[in-house]
T-cell receptor
């Protein structure tokens, strides 16, 4: 079985500051890891994914994440926050097997302060 | 627009009524997933199809829930005798099956928000 823990249900940063959203996973087999963003009343948009290639993954909108097996982490970062980054962010894991359904964390609401 | 579409976007119903939602996946995707998202939580897996076959169902999917994908294209999710606890956003996603292409990415639709009064 797999699980995801997102530390911090709410994170506030100032515009231009570093964004760091934390995600730790638990998986009995090598995982695939994903970050999705959700704007109010919308579906989920993929930011980036890790599928056992490079451990540093670059995504859209200037976001990146690093897979650290020893720490079982996949934290999301962005060097400089924009007002448009305000949204809810979800980390998700799927197993590198046949089913591949996603198990999501409970989400982190990012607020960007002017 | 060739993304995943869902209909309706919003549904308000009274307790005890039946509701049906539709999902149209990305056309070349042979896998289709249903998730449920309640307020303040991440989506939870309900069920998935590969082509027309329903391959897995979560224990969250009670007997009042049924999903179909009759021709391997669009899918429907029906909830019978709705309860207030069914109020949630129902999300559909599609992907290529392993071995069918280079991606394991699930692409999500905008969701159907269900409110049961």
């Amino acid at each position: 079985a797999q699980s995801v823990t997102q530390l911090g249900s709410h994170v506030s940063v100032s515009e231009g500051a570093l964004v760091l959203l934390r995600c730790n996973y638990s998986s009995s087999v090598p995982p695939y890891l994903f970050w999705y963003v959700q704007y109010p009343n919308q579906g989920l948009q993929l930011l980036l994914k890790y599928t056992s290639a490079a451990t540093l993954v670059k995504g859209i909108n200037g976001f990146e994440a690093e897979f650290k097996k020893s720490e079982t982490s996949f934290h999301l970062t962005k060097p400089s926050a924009h007002m448009s980054d305000a949204a809810e962010y979800f980390c998700a894991v799927s197993l590198s097997g046949s089913a591949r359904q996603l198990t999501f964390g409970s989400g982190t609401q990012l607020t960007v302060l002017p | 627009d060739t993304g995943v579409s869902q209909d309706p976007r919003h549904k308000i119903t009274k307790r005890g009524q039946n509701v049906t939602f539709r999902c149209d996946p990305i056309s070349e995707h042979n896998r289709l997933y249903w998730y449920r998202q309640t307020l303040g939580q991440g989506p939870e897996f309900l069920t998935y199809f590969q082509n027309e076959a329903q391959l897995e169902k979560s224990r969250l999917l009670s007997d009042r829930f049924s999903a179909e994908r009759p021709k391997g294209s669009f899918s429907t999710l029906e909830i019978q005798r709705t309860e207030q606890g069914d109020s949630a956003m129902y999300l559909c996603a599609s992907s290529l099956a392993p071995g069918s292409g280079p991606t394991d990415t699930q692409y999500f639709g905008p969701g159907t928000r269900l409110t049961v009064l």
